[in-house]
């Protein structure tokens, strides 16, 4: 099923179903918990990111070829950081350059979202996707100056500016993909491929991220987990590509579909 969270014409925040020929039925009770899709078709007003997180775990030089581009080594764990919650962007909605905190190097980075959708703790890789709600695309936007020399050595200052979690345009759920390292994925730039790769290039598997994660951490229902970018970023581009105000950045992957953001300056 494909899960979308939108405002209604009288700004209430619902949940509704998305069928296959674009009609949206209401849906009624917690999406984590237990709910169903009713027969009312849904009063969408706005298109909404499909949660709203509790946490956002970041992964980072998690494809191969991204580290090779970067000259990184293959990580013997997975390399973890976090994004504010409040980064959070919705589709259609613009990804904001930084201009008080001012970034020269805000960067585009395809991904796919997993969200956790059972309380856990101290899971096990065969037993992780069980507690996966579902998948949606993200676009780990990153200031690549924040991150790297003005981040006092964490990468969490450049990752967490407002804007920079776009998350959509649905969730789809675990009956739908199976297997969630075996989708193409990419990122379109102002109508040019800039990255186009699969996530079976992932060093660390979504089920091991799982059980990585969930060792002796509980994650919440709501949990977000960005499981790494492939190669084509910005960043490792001769000379750098960098997003400017007027681009239009869409993230697609495979049984998913396309999240679109323009891109602008903050004001």
Known sequence: MKIVRYQNSSNRIEHGALDSSGKVFAISGDIYDQYQVTDQLANVDKLLAPIQPTTIFGIGLNYRRHAEEGGASIPEYPVLFFKNPASLQNPGDPILIPTFLKSDEVDYECELAVVIGKKCKNVSREN????????????????????????????????????????????????????????????????????????????????????????????????????????????????????????????????????????????
């Open 128 to 267: 992780a996707l069980d507690y996966v709600l579902g998948y949606t695309c993200a676009n780990d936007v990153s200031a690549r100056d924040w991150q790297k020399g003005k981040g006092g050595g964490q990468w969490s200052r450049g990752k967490s500016f407002d804007t920079f979690a776009p998350l959509g345009p649905c969730l789809v759920t675990t009956d739908e993909i199976t297997n969630p390292n075996q989708l193409t994925i990419r990122t379109v730039l102002n109508d040019q491929v800039v990255q186009d790769w699969n996530t079976s290039d992932m060093i660390f598997d979504v089920p091991t991220l799982i059980e990585f994660l969930s060792g002796s951490t509980t994650l919440l229902p709501g949990t977000v987990i960005l499981t790494g970018t492939p190669h084509g970023v910005g960043m490792a581009r001769k000379p750098p590509l960098w997003l400017k105000a007027g681009d239009v950045v869409t993230i697609e992957i495979e049984k998913i579909g396309a999240l679109t953001n323009p891109v602008q300056l903050e004001a």
